[in-house]
């Protein structure tokens, strides 16, 4: 089957909501109305299926305007991620997502960026290259 070229628009993303809009139209059809406010979803796009690539078709993502995704996807940006899913998340797991809110506040662990590249290179997600165009 053949590697379907995907592009996600770096300089689009200055949040994780905002990011994920931006993955939402990349993998999407623009007639298909299906979400992607979220890490999990993201992983469900990736699969395929949503009118781009088929279910399991292999992908080529083009990151445009990485460096600029790479500096707004910080760590700021994961810990407000992480502080958000916190307050929804299901009562067994808020003190484990609240203290990577707190880690990714005083800098440390994935940034965002580092969150999403692990996703997208997970096999179990989809089967993903990734090229990182620095500016376009």
């Known amino acids: 089957m053949e590697r379907k070229e995907i592009v996600f628009d770096g300089s689009a993303a200055h949040s994780a909501e905002e990011f994920f809009e931006e993955a939402r139209r990349a993998l999407t059809a623009a007639d298909c109305d299906v979400p992607c406010r979220n890490l999990s979803a993201l992983a469900d796009l990736l ?18 305007h990485a460096r600029a995704a790479r500096t ?11 502080e958000r899913v916190s307050r929804r998340c299901h009562s067994s797991r808020r003190e484990e997502i609240a203290a990577r809110a707190e880690a990714a506040a005083r800098g440390e662990g994935p940034t965002f960026f580092e969150t999403v590249c692990a996703i997208l ?8 290259t990734v090229t990182f165009v620095e500016e376009e």
């Open 47 to 64: 699969r395929g299926g949503f009118g781009v690539h088929a279910y399991g078709q292999p992908i080529a993502v083009r990151w445009t």
């Open 72 to 82: 707004a996807l910080g760590h700021e940006t994961a810990a407000r991620y992480w």
């Open 121 to 128: 290179f997970d096999r179990r997600n989809a089967d993903c």
